[in-house]
């Protein structure tokens, strides 16, 4: 099967490293145009050619919507958007009673409003097109308990299902699919590296025993799912969640 996304204009975000990146350079090989999109404007040099920058706190509804505009002006298109921005933010599993609030709302922010605000950005640009893809990533997390145990991870990822379900439901009469692709665990930037560091080999054995393939993910999986998922041959699939998790026992 061979996936052509010539002409195609995708904004991708948490483009500077790790899974984002993959995506980034996924999509560019089957031929779309992608503008990233990352807090992290430095990071992002080391991009494809394909891909134009833009940096942006996407925490915020009126910088999304700024990044945005500038998309548009840039491309004079948009079909599709990917939300790989999110992650742990540098935090660590602790006691449900040492969590504060800042922890909370910047894993929150992060991951969910960040989703949500680029989505709205993008919705009117896909509504007037006629066809669209929006493709989150979730997470292991979002669907059971997290291997990280930080709560408001676990919460943000279930809170981003949920968003990307109600989303295939409101958006779907216009043609624009949503759905998620939710990876096992992925070496993929420093976080994860220390938190796998962190576990220890009895619960890195643990993990790997764990998974059906006997290995880690790695960022290209992720991208693979979602350049399918951007694909035409993915018209008929909204509101899913993709487990990309090498089978989890």
């Not at 910047?106 to 007037?128: E, G």
Request: charged letters at 20%.
């Amino acid at each position: 099967m061979r996936i052509d996304l010539s002409g195609r204009v995708f904004a991708v975000t948490g483009a500077a490293q790790g899974i984002g990146a993959a995506i980034v350079a996924g999509l560019a090989a089957a031929g779309a145009r992608v503008a990233a999109i990352d807090i992290d404007g430095a990071g992002m040099d080391r991009l494809e050619a394909a891909a134009s920058r833009h940096a942006a706190d996407l925490g915020r509804r009126d910088a999304v919507h700024a990044t945005f505009d500038e998309i548009r002006a840039t491309h004079h298109r948009l079909d599709g958007l990917v939300t790989a921005a999110g992650g742990v933010r540098g935090q660590a599993g602790r006691p449900l009673e040492e969590i504060g609030e800042d922890d909370w709302r910047a894993i929150l922010a992060a991951n969910v409003d960040a989703a949500m605000w680029c989505a709205q950005a993008a919705a009117p640009a896909l509504k007037a097109a006629g066809a669209g893809r929006i493709v989150t990533i979730s997470s292991g997390a979002g669907l059971r308990p997290s291997l990280t145990g930080i709560q408001a991870y676990a919460a943000a990822k279930h809170a981003l299902v949920g968003l990307t379900r109600q989303l295939a439901l409101e958006l779907g009469p216009h043609g624009i699919t949503v759905n998620s692709v939710a990876p096992g665990f992925v070496l993929s930037n420093p976080s994860t590296e220390r938190q796998w560091h962190a576990f220890g080999p009895e619960r890195q054995a643990q993990v790997i025993a764990g998974t059906h393939m006997r290995r880690l993910g790695r960022p290209e999986d992720i991208a693979d799912a979602v350049t399918f998922l951007a694909s035409d041959r993915a018209g008929w699939i909204s509101g899913q969640v993709l487990s990309v998790d090498g089978g989890h026992a």
